[in-house]
């Protein structure tokens, strides 16, 4: 039980990294169109 949550921790991590890297990408191209 311990084997998969530490699994099911690792992809959750992987998937907000994932997510926040591509927000941050957008919000970078934003910011950058609007100067």
């Given at each position: 039980?311990?084997?998969l949550?530490?699994?099911v921790n690792?992809?959750?991590q992987?998937?907000?990294r994932n997510i926040l890297s591509k927000g941050i990408e957008k919000f970078?191209?934003?910011?950058?169109?609007r100067q």
């Open positions: 039980l311990k084997d949550f530490l699994n690792g992809l959750l992987f998937y907000l970078m191209l934003v910011h950058a169109e």
